[in-house]
């Protein structure tokens, strides 16, 4: 099996096996196209307890031309890469036989995202395996692209704060911020963010039409912010009546003066040889701002910003699919780097308009 230390020689070399963990999910679902349309990976095996031995298309439709069929997760196959789409809390249960499959651990869930056990006292429910938080490498490519050729053992950033911190991140770059201002931040997200499992609050009675504050205050991707920007925001998210998509406002006051010029400086040095990451500031048309609807089913995201000189504001927005950039996309751009690959393999598609909900 090709190893991490193979990145160099990957772009020429044969596929590379890949399972997907959890894949009966939105977000595993997600992968097992992404992975299926792959120049450089062979899906070999997708896992489901629920689904076991049905095929990909019974449970995906996008999928009903695949002949593989969801495997008990108990009997992992051996690959070179597992992308782990489980619930919190099941990777760091189950991460050595991950690791004893794959020689490339590429996990989608906040299990390895922070740096430390107390943080994960601190945000959620501590942690059962901290031997190897100081192993992961934090994947959001645009801001810890320098990490991750090599690593073996990934942790793709949540939906939330990765378009958090795409908008945020140029700022602190630009010396724009310093982490002594206050920053809000209100982002609203998609029912595929709850997952592919019904509840009360998502059945369509409950959750079509709605603008639901669901986390005002203590939301865990608050930790991921901290740990990248080095600074607390004051965030809070809502529910609303949309399938895909997060959408971040972020309220700036920067303590001093800032000219719409710092502000293009500032994105452009950022992300102008990004090539998943769109300024969309203020132009004409309909969509003047970042959208949701506008990346729908791309590992693209859109930020842009708008300054407010009477109140010393600056408004910035950011839009991602949160199943794409805000996670499936984002693993498998994350697993390009790593293996050294071409960043943009896979995950061409540049969307569709007009759609309908997103």
């Given at each position: ?22 894949a009966s999910?939105f977000?595993?679902g ?12 062979e ?14 298309g ?21 690959v ?7 619930p ?26 922070l ?40 942790a ?22 310093f982490g002594?201002e ?5 982002v ?14 998502s ?16 939301h865990r ?6 740990g990248i920007?080095g ?9 609303v ?5 997060a ?6 006051f920067?303590?001093s003066?800032?000219?719409k ?37 791309t ?17 910035v ?12 996309g ?12 071409e960043?943009?393999a896979g995950?061409?598609?540049e969307?569709?308009h ?5």
């Amino acid at each position: 099996m090709a190893t991490a230390t193979d990145a160099e020689t990957n772009t020429s070399a044969e596929a590379l096996s890949a399972t997907v963990i959890g894949a009966s999910g939105f977000t595993g679902g997600e992968l097992l196209r992404l992975l299926a349309g792959h120049p450089n990976f062979e899906l070999a095996q997708a896992t489901s307890r629920e689904y076991t031995n049905k095929t990909l298309g019974s449970v995906h439709p996008n999928l009903r031309g695949s002949d593989l069929r969801f495997s008990e997760p108990s009997d992992l196959e051996s690959v070179d890469v597992l992308f782990a789409a489980t619930p919190h809390g099941i990777s760091m249960e189950h991460i050595d036989s991950f690791r004893d499959a794959a020689d490339t651990v590429v996990d989608l869930s906040a299990d390895f995202r922070l740096d430390t056990e107390e943080e994960y006292d601190e945000w959620y429910d501590g942690h059962s395996c901290p031997e190897y938080l100081d192993e992961a490498v934090y994947a959001l490519p645009e801001l810890t692209r320098e990490e991750l050729p090599g690593a073996d053992l990934i942790a793709a950033g949540g939906c939330n704060a990765t378009a958090t911190l795409l908008g945020l991140s140029p700022l602190f770059d630009a010396g724009i911020l310093f982490g002594s201002e206050q920053v809000v931040v209100d982002v609203k997200v998609g029912s595929s963010e709850g997952g592919a499992t019904p509840s009360k609050a998502s059945s369509h009675v409950e959750r079509s039409g709605i603008v639901r504050p669901y986390a005002p205050t203590g939301h865990r991707h608050e930790a991921e912010i901290k740990g990248i920007l080095g600074t607390s925001v004051s965030f809070t998210a809502h529910a609303v009546d949309m399938v895909r998509g997060a959408s971040a406002t972020c309220h700036v006051f920067p303590d001093s003066p800032v000219s719409k010029g710092d502000l293009w400086k500032a994105y452009r040095e950022a992300y102008e040889d990004e090539p998943f990451v769109r300024l969309v500031a203020g132009g004409g048309g309909v969509y003047r701002y970042p959208e949701p609807k506008a990346v729908a089913g791309t590992n693209y995201a859109e930020v842009g910003f708008e300054l407010d000189p009477s109140n010393k504001r600056i408004v910035v927005f950011s839009a991602i699919d949160n199943l794409m950039k805000g996670s499936a996309g984002q693993a498998v751009h994350a697993a390009n780097v790593a293996l050294g690959f071409e960043e943009t393999a896979g995950l061409e598609f540049e969307g569709l308009h007009p759609v309908g909900s997103p």
